[in-house]
């Protein structure tokens, strides 16, 4: 198996390294948005130990991620309005990851918007997007 990359952007947004906006933070995992939304609210779940993605992480830390997922998935659908709800887990370049540190997306989706193309957002509007989120999770 591969072994984990200690500087993956994501171990580098852990380490404070590269800014992020964040969603929703604990001792055990971190929530932010997506730099490139396919869907507005569109965040990511990752927990601070290092771990790849299904092959390798510990079972008690992947439901751990679950249970964070969920209450970051409320909230953001409450913010966006949304209907319906995606939540996608990537393992390895042939699963479709591309950052080497296990996440999950969490995906707002409402009838009728379907998702859009990746492409860079901007930070003010993912600034505003976050406080959207950030304040239903108190
Ligand atoms: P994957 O294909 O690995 O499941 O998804 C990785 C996601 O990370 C992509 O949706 C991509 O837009 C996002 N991403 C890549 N680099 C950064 C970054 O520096 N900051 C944030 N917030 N997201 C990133």
Do not use: W
């Amino acid at each position: 198996m591969t072994a984990y990359d200690p500087d993956n952007i994501f171990a580098k947004i852990l380490r404070g390294e590269i800014p992020n906006h964040t969603v929703y933070e604990d001792d055990r995992t971190l929530a932010f948005l997506d730099i490139m939304p396919i869907v507005d609210g569109h965040a990511l779940v990752i927990p601070r130990k290092p771990a790849r993605n299904i092959f390798d992480v510990e079972p008690e830390e992947l439901a751990n991620l679950v249970k964070v997922a969920q209450k970051i998935s409320l909230a953001a659908c409450k913010a966006f309005d949304a209907d319906g709800h995606t939540l996608r887990l990537h393992s390895e370049a042939s699963g479709g990851q591309e950052v080497p540190h296990i996440h999950f997306h969490i995906l707002p989706m409402r009838t009728g918007i379907p998702p859009r193309p990746r492409a860079m957002a901007d930070h003010g509007v993912l600034a505003q997007h976050a406080k959207k989120i950030r304040d239903l999770l108190g």
